[in-house]
């Protein structure tokens, strides 16, 4: 699951990127070496011992464990159909089971919120019903007799689905709980198709079926789906045929013969487009609504490569019998990995403008690779959800690292690592954890970025080999299993024939954050250079783990690498002679905090082409420091701009101090350069150092067919030429590009009068994803200054009518924008004005507490509710 958590965390990076960056972890280090004796391994880890008693640690702080198993669901029949005007789900299920190992008389399934019309027992003669207990939650049948190991029931249950009625909540990830969606059930909203969705995980799926919800269940799963015969449907597996039934609906049976988690069940239903692709003879389709689908292949298009790569790399093929992709409509996250057929949000409903600028493969590749780590083989609890997301977000790297290679890789890892240490490392706590309150708060930066950055140090300490062979057992023994931590742990040892409890118990079964030292000195009596590690522990200061480190030493034109280990506080290592560089970590793999200083020729050495990603991050930051006082300084950012690697060219950009000479070359690259960030980059650098009337290459640019690019060259125009701006604006209205609509937005918040109103409203209607909460609060500003109380009071309307939205984060930043409206309503009410204006600014500020009042004492949202109405 990719999840929206992921726009806190990104919000959060981006905010980082502004300020300065730590010089903190460093790149991907050889496959594992020999080092020389006196620096090999110690027999103990002080980690090991302080981990040692980790479970009764759990324990203490509520421990959840796997689910026990008394049945063995073993296959799931459905058949359903659509109330749209109730929202409900009338359903038949039929359930085969067998005792797991014990005897059992008593059958607990998984149902909420249902209307039950009839427990029955199949038998050879006909069905006999049963009684049963159901407390809105979980449905108790009390079986006619003893069923042994080896027996096999069969249960009817027929029922009416009620998802709307369900207790169950939604988390940070997971904005809703309720399983199953009706999307415009009215179809009242005509820039909107009717839908609906389900999505399960993590326990989600019995609101709409009754099941064994639980992770550590497998099932296969027949699926007849009725709807009316002008929708597309789509579920797990294969579409094994279609009956008409002459009454203007159809059934769709979908077979799914391989058995997995009841979570992973889903249904989506709706007006979609299907784009047919294929690998190697199998099904691979793009499920789109009609005014995106002629762009399903530009956004999916890759979809084979990855799968083809993803197998290569992991020597298992794609283990499913299609794959499809469906793009729907207020999805309650990212993305969703449900066999064989992903659900993505609507941001994937781009359009080609859009795509000139971005692509959408790291959510793709990160539900793809879910179908070998957490569909084909599954964590047994939640407690050990990284065994799915790490390796989903790992997947991301991998694929970087197929079209990019080790820069973009590194790039990505370390991108991921940021958004830990800025969001993950607050909460302090274990990467497995098994005394989380509800299964979402394991779906957090933990489990994700903290997760992919230390599969990233193990496949460096291990070496490629080992890794892939090890994760490509894991995969083989445990194939349509439940597996938990130590599982993949067992995996490697028996690969490396080396125990790995340190590693694990360090790096997933342990709170806390470490912080690195490293430090690098050149003694020039004893013509010796010195590296000095230390650690510390942000939750244990007297913890210390045990860090195996690799040096990479630069001399005269060769490189080498040597492996150190770090077992305590700290240690110092010396090396013989002098280097050009001598850099511990070099490709950023620790997960944690480093900080760093080493001889400043250090910086040209490792600012050179050829250097790591990392490296040459690093060294922009330094030589930002130095430019202006060091010509050599400048000139190694000015060679910069001609790496080959378009981060490091944008990088640059933002950071370096050109002389007024260089604005030829800025001009050059702001028009020219391969890259759109690039382009957009130099855009704003032109703006920042070049006389603001000197604006003809803002004019070149904003045609440009980047909409980054224009989208930058029209804010700065509108700071150097608001006419010309002006004329462009307007024609960018119609715009579905979100970085043009907000760059609009944030122009007319700025000194647009009543008139602009327009875009405002248009926009909200707009299918740009997060890019929403940004034309949100730009409509704030503006109607802060408003004078006008129609236009405020039509700003309330639309500000209400989307606090009604069955997006909860959509509703919740509603419902805060009316309350800051009428925060600057109340201090303009306060200052000295006219009793008549005061008036009407008192009745615009009682129109939005009754408001409020409406949308907090109707709405379930649990943010809304958290809000409050002060």
């Known amino acids: 699951m990719r999840n929206s958590f992921f726009l806190f965390s990104f919000l959060l990076f981006l905010a980082a990127c502004q300020s300065s960056r730590h010089a903190s972890q460093a790149p991907a280090a050889p496959a594992k070496e020999s080092v020389p004796a006196a620096e090999a391994t110690p027999a ?153 969705w389900t999505q399960g995980e993590p326990e989600s799926n019995s609101n709409w079926f009754p099941t064994i919800d639980k992770p550590n269940e497998r099932t296969t799963q027949s699926m007849y789906i009725t709807v009316a015969d002008t929708f597309t449907t789509l579920s797990n597996g294969l579409l094994l045929g279609s009956t008409d039934n002459g009454d203007g609906t159809r059934t769709d049976h979908w077979e799914m013969d391989i058995p997995h988690a009841p979570y992973l069940f889903m249904m989506a239903v709706g007006p979609f487009v299907v784009t047919r692709d294929e690998w190697r003879g199998r099904p691979v389709n793009y499920y789109m609504e009609p005014a995106y689908a002629a762009n399903a292949r530009h956004i999916f298009g890759r979809t084979p490569e990855m799968m083809e790569t993803f197998s290569r790399i992991l020597g298992v093929d794609y283990p499913w019998p299609k794959y499809s992709q469906v793009v729907v409509r207020d999805f309650v996250s990212g993305a969703m990995e449900n066999t064989t057929a992903t659900i993505h949000y609507s941001a994937l409903n781009a359009t080609r403008e859009v795509l000139v600028d971005r692509n959408y493969d790291d959510i793709i590749s990160h539900e793809l690779f879910h179908h070998w780590f957490g569909d084909y083989v599954t964590c047994e609890s939640w407690a050990n959800i990284p065994l799915n997301e790490s390796f989903a977000t790992y997947g991301e790297i991998l694929w970087h690292e197929h079209l990019g290679g080790p820069d973009e ?108 030292q490293m430090d690098v000195k050149y003694d020039h009596g004893k013509d010796e250079t010195v590296l000095s590690l230390s650690q510390k522990n942000t939750s244990d200061p007297a913890l210390h783990y045990r860090l195996p480190i690799d040096v990479a030493m630069y001399r005269n034109g060769n490189k080498s690498v040597s492996r150190v280990w770090l077992l305590g506080a700290d240690s110092s290592y010396v090396f013989p002679g002098s280097y050009d560089a001598l850099i511990p970590d070099e490709r950023g793999f620790m997960v944690g905090i480093v900080k760093r200083s080493f001889p400043g020729s250090y910086i040209y050495e490792i600012s050179k082409p050829g250097m790591p990603y990392h490296m040459k991050d690093l060294a922009i930051d330094s030589l930002e420091v130095h430019q202006e006082s060091s010509p050599k300084a400048y000139e190694s950012m000015r060679a910069l701009l001609k790496d080959s690697f378009a981060p490091i060219r944008e990088k640059v950009l933002e950071k370096w101090e050109p002389a007024a000479s260089d604005f030829h070359l800025l001009r050059e690259m702001a028009l020219n350069d391969p890259d759109p960030a690039v382009r957009a980059a130099a855009v704003n650098k032109i703006y920042a150092v ?29 700071e150097t030429n608001r006419e010309e701006a002006a004329r462009y604006t307007a024609k960018f209205e119609e715009s579905n590009s979100p970085n043009l609509v907000t760059t609009i937005a944030e122009i007319y918040a700025r000194d647009a009068g009543a008139e602009k109103q327009y875009f405002f409203e248009k926009a909200l209607k707009k299918d740009i994803g997060w890019s929403r909460f940004v034309v949100m609060n730009r409509y704030v500003q503006f109607l802060g200054r408003m004078d006008d109380p129609e236009v405020i009071r039509q700003g309330i309307v639309d500000f209400r009518a989307l606090g009604e939205s069955e997006n909860d984060n959509i509703a919740y930043i509603a419902f805060r924008s009316l309350k800051r409206i009428k925060t600057a309503l109340l201090a303009r009410s306060q200052s000295l004005i006219p009793e008549e204006e005061k008036s009407k600014l008192e009745s615009l500020i009682d129109e939005i507490d009754a408001t409020l009042k409406e949308l907090y004492e109707g709405s379930d949202n649990r943010m809304i509710k958290k809000s409050g109405l002060d």
């Open 44 to 196: 103990a880890s002080p980690a090991a011992d302080k981990v040692a008693n980790s479970y009764r640690y759990h324990f203490l702080k509520g421990y959840k464990a796997s689910a026990t198993r008394e049945f063995d669901l073993l296959h799931t029949e459905l058949h359903v159909s659509f109330d749209w005007e109730k929202r409900e789900m009338p359903g038949r299920a039929l359930l085969t089971l067998t005792p797991y190992f014990y005897p059992q008389r008593v059958l607990t399934l998984d149902a909420k919120a249902f209307a039950l019309h009839r427990v029955a027992l199949l038998e050879k003669d006909g069905t006999r019903d049963l009684d049963y207990k159901y407390d809105s939650l979980q449905l108790h049948i009390q079986l006619p007799r003893i069923y042994e190991r080896g027996d096999t029931l069969e249960i009817l249950i027929e029922y009416t689905a009620r998802p709307y009625k369900s207790r169950q909540k939604g988390s940070r990830a997971i904005s809703k709980g309720q399983g199953l969606y009706f999307i415009n059930a009215d179809g009242s909203d005509p820039g909107k198709p009717r839908e609906l």
């Open 690 to 718: 070049k006389d603001s009337a000197d604006f003809d290459v803002f004019s070149l640019a904003v045609r440009d067919s980047s909409i980054k690019v224009a989208g930058e060259a029209l804010f700065v125009l509108y």
């Open 409 to 516: 890789a590194d790039r990505q890892r370390l991108n991921d690592l940021k958004v830990y240490l800025m969001v993950g490392r607050q909460q302090s706590v274990p990467m497995i954890r098994f005394y989380h309150k509800v299964p979402g708060d394991m779906f957090d930066a933990n489990s994700y970025q903290r997760g992919a950055a230390t599969l990233g140090m193990l496949r460096q300490y291990t070496g490629d080999e080992a890794f892939f062979e090890a994760l490509n057992l894991y995969l083989t023994r445990h194939r349509l299993q439940a597996v938990e931590i130590h599982d993949l742990r067992l995996a490697f040892e028996e690969v490396t024939g080396e125990d790995l409890n340190w590693f694990f118990d360090e790096w997933m079964m342990t709170a806390g954050v470490i912080t690195m």
